[in-house]
């Protein structure tokens, strides 16, 4: 069961990347990221008062959540959407896989010194990005483009590491749910006023039915449940046998991608998926917390 926990929201967010992809071909990626958290924040708050209460956050609580939300939602969600907007959602996928490997970067910065084993999976992970980036081992390829949106979806990364790697005290203090929900509220709303920009650019009559299923399907599932299932699963099955699961995040998004959005992936870009997945598999065996 614990496994089915974990299985869930890996499925729905490899699904995400082509999902959005879809949506932003018809909202600006202001727009969408504002709506789309401000929803699954609504939805994230309605199950924390459902489960615990809703009971606000101690005084020396605010800023730590207050920073988790303007890092992991505002920031990550405003470049996520506009590099999902500037190259492929598979490529993406693959590139936002290395956080792990920017949060090893993180903590060996603050005295955590890893082992031989996990830098060689750092040196290998780089190299695959490098080769899904460039599509090619024989000559340099990084005019293109798209690699603008490229290098934002590893900044994305970068956010998503110094989220992992500051908030488990205060995930263990307070609770999974209470620090991603009131993280997520405070995050939502300094996004909101995003919205704005690209209002006036949004034809609401070409929003077909399609496109608003793809919309809750990124907020609810993916932007507030998906959350919940993941915890559930670490819940069972602890941590270390849970992360082996985040490894399966790019293969349903290149799959997704490939069949939904018709994108095409080559033999180059496949080899340095399978690369960059190594390297941190690698990253995790030779790093012991």
Request: hydrophobic share 55%; with cysteine.
């Amino acid at each position: 069961r614990g496994d089915a926990w974990l299985l869930l929201p890996v499925i729905i967010w490899g699904n995400t990347f082509p999902t959005a992809k879809y949506v932003l071909g018809i909202l600006p990626p202001t727009v969408y990221a504002s709506t789309r958290y401000l929803l699954a924040a609504a939805t994230l708050m309605a199950v924390l008062a459902w489960r615990q209460g809703l009971k606000p956050p101690r005084r020396q609580d605010w800023l730590p959540l207050i920073g988790f939300g303007l890092l992991g939602i505002t920031l990550m969600q405003l470049l996520w959407t506009n590099a999902l907007s500037l190259t492929a959602a598979s490529k993406g996928a693959i590139l936002v896989a290395v956080s792990p490997i920017w949060a090893m970067l993180v903590t060996s910065l603050r005295g955590h010194w890893p082992g031989t084993r996990a830098w060689c999976g750092v040196i290998l992970s780089f190299a695959g990005v490098f080769l899904v980036i460039n599509n090619s081992i024989t000559v340099v390829n990084l005019g293109g483009g798209s690699l603008l949106g490229d290098l934002l979806f590893l900044v994305v990364a970068f956010c998503w590491a110094c989220y992992s790697v500051f908030s488990p005290p205060y995930l263990a203090r307070l609770g999974a749910l209470y620090v991603s929900a009131w993280s997520m509220l405070f995050g939502a709303l300094a996004l909101a006023p995003f919205m704005l920009i690209g209002l006036d650019d949004v034809v609401w009559p070409a929003i077909g039915a399609g496109h608003w299923a793809a919309f809750l399907y990124t907020a609810i599932l993916a932007g507030a449940l998906g959350y919940l299932l993941w915890y559930e699963g670490i819940a069972r099955l602890g941590v270390a046998r849970s992360v082996v699961y985040s490894y399966l995040i790019p293969v349903f998004a290149l799959v997704s991608a490939i069949v939904f959005l018709g994108e095409q992936v080559s033999m180059i870009q496949l080899l340095g998926a399978a690369v960059v997945i190594a390297g941190l598999v690698l990253t995790r065996s030779g790093t012991r917390t």
